[in-house]
């Protein structure tokens, strides 16, 4: 076999598909491989360079590989998709995988470490557990709704709903029908406790963990954004800038720009929803009365909110929480707060 230069990968979780070129870009190797076989292969072949779609299992696959001497890169599915021709198959996603890993303008997404990705099971966990949460309080209070028995939303009304399933007070609701929804209430039961579980979790981690507790200084973000962030960028130096950070996470506005016109729209929701949401959560919280002029924008933020609506002013607060979060992370540096406008010096 001719010495091979770069190879694209297609992973899947039993077939694999390998396309393999020269330094001459001749193609050397096609070849489909199960999931047994690929390590050995790579084992036997002379280092070089691979190309793998970030997706499921990806990183485990590239540390395996890494492992084996070869240098591996991760590329976002969205950078390989202009490199497939016409047909979509394994074959074609190996070869488009094999081209677009050796463009020199390529963008290649991070290896996570085995904690960071630790971490980022604790955190979709949490979410997947609150959702479900969210699914059984929603149908309990839509099924008691249908006997008459209303109930305000959240949490606190779910309370309600659940003493008066217990206590068997309210005589509308058939007690065949109270047996059924106290079995929900046995499953909310169980996920409260899981979901408080994780949160211990995560907050014991958080104690250990320095720059998770430097990020937490900033005012919107707590011990769930820290560790959420650390989680998904590491050390955060993949990014160039700040905002670059925060145009990955979809913070910024979309362009839709020709003729040396610059057209800006709404945000572009790129990058990690997840994390996006919990900037934004964190941003809205600042709405409330005295923490508008202690958030990460200060004065800027108090005029803004006085010219804008309050969800585009938390956007874009959450927008420059991500880019202090981004400098804190790749300086090594503690938050320290704006300075006050002297009016409120003067107030306080």
């Not at 016409?86 to 997404?109: H, L, T, W, Y």
Request: aromatic share 6%; charged share 25%.
């Amino acid at each position: 076999m001719k010495e091979i230069s770069t190879i694209g990968l297609d992973i899947a979780k039993r077939v694999f598909q390998v396309h393999g070129i020269d330094d001459r870009g001749r193609v050397v190797v096609r070849k489909k491989l199960s999931r047994n076989e690929l390590l050995e292969w790579f084992g036997k072949i002379a280092p070089c360079l691979v190309g793998i779609e970030s997706c499921a299992t990806s990183t485990y696959w590239a540390r395996e590989i890494g492992a084996l001497g070869h240098n591996v890169k991760l590329i976002p599915p969205s950078y390989v998709k202009p490199y497939v021709r016409r047909q979509k198959n394994d074959r074609v996603d190996a070869e488009a995988i094999c081209e677009a890993v050796g463009r020199p303008s390529m963008r290649f997404v991070t290896l996570k470490t085995i904690e960071q990705q630790a971490i980022q099971v604790l955190h979709r966990s949490r979410s997947l557990l609150i959702t479900q949460r969210i699914q059984l309080v929603n149908a309990l209070r839509a099924h008691m709704a249908e006997f008459g028995v209303i109930f305000p939303q959240g949490l606190a009304g779910a309370a309600l709903a659940i003493k008066t399933l217990k206590e068997g007070k309210d005589k509308s609701i058939p007690a065949f029908a109270q047996n059924v929804l106290l079995s929900l209430v046995s499953q909310l039961e169980h996920l409260r406790q899981e979901i408080k579980k994780l949160d211990q979790q995560m907050m014991a981690w958080h104690k250990t963990n320095a720059d998770s507790q430097r990020l937490a200084t900033v005012p919107g973000i707590g011990h769930v954004t820290a560790s959420a962030v650390l989680a998904a960028i590491g050390d955060g130096k993949q990014f160039n800038s700040a905002r670059e950070f925060a145009a990955w996470l979809g913070l910024v506005p979309r362009q839709n720009s020709s003729g040396g016109k610059d057209c800006l729209g709404r945000i572009s929701k790129k990058g990690d929803p997840y994390l996006r949401r919990l900037f934004v959560t964190g941003a809205t919280t600042q709405l409330r009365g005295s923490h508008r002029d202690k958030t990460v924008g200060g004065a800027w933020f108090s005029s803004l909110l006085r010219r804008k609506a309050a969800r585009v002013a938390s956007v874009a607060l959450a927008n420059k929480m991500a880019r202090v979060a981004w400098a804190l992370l790749t300086k090594g540096q503690a938050y320290r707060p704006a300075p006050l406008p002297r009016s409120i010096e003067a107030a306080a």
